[in-house]
């Protein structure tokens, strides 16, 4: 649309004759069209390029509070079997090294 605009106001500055006010009128149309597009290239790159470092940043919270709450939820539950079945952190730790063991087997 813009463009359009150029070219009507060019052929309006050579066929109506006011050659110095057209041109500078086309001038001035030229350098606020190239502004705008220097100015959404300027706004739009950066907003594109960081919108994919915030979704991985968002993705990577999320998975570290995962994380997190499955290490507390897991803990909790040890914590009550223990009590449940009487097991001592003694006990604890040997269930641990078996079940490592066992892994390490398996892997």
Request: glycine share 6%.
């Amino acid at each position: 649309m813009i463009f359009i605009l150029l070219i009507a106001l060019t052929l309006l500055v050579l066929y109506g004759g006011y050659i110095l006010v057209g041109m500078l009128a086309l001038s001035l149309l030229t350098t606020a069209t190239i502004l705008a597009i220097m100015i959404g290239l300027l706004v739009a790159l950066p907003v594109l390029w960081f919108r994919a470092e915030i979704e991985q940043w968002r993705a990577k919270t999320r998975s570290d509070k995962l994380a997190a709450r499955a290490a507390t939820v897991r803990q909790q539950l040890d914590d009550e079997y223990d009590r449940r079945n009487g097991f001592t952190p003694e006990d604890r730790k040997g269930i641990e090294r078996e079940e490592a063991r066992q892994r390490a087997l398996y892997d």
